[in-house]
């Protein structure tokens, strides 16, 4: 089952999400650990920093029902 880290504030996503089979962390977890980031696409250096390391694919949910937001990760997996 692919492990989803998602930004606090995206509480719908994390339900529809869980509701339909990922598994969904916060976005504090360790990155490396993750298969793909949602994020809200409000602030441009969400983790606080330049540099992520993580090789997982972040989807930008901006404007995105929890719908379309299950729709991108389901392309991806």
Known sequence: MPRIAIEQNLQPVKDYLSN????VVDLNQSLDQVDAIV????DKDVLGMQDITS????INANGLSPEEVYQKISERF
């Open 39 to 42: 994020v809200s696409g409000q």
């Open 20 to 23: 339909n089979g990922y598994e």
């Open 55 to 58: 090789e997982a694919p972040v």
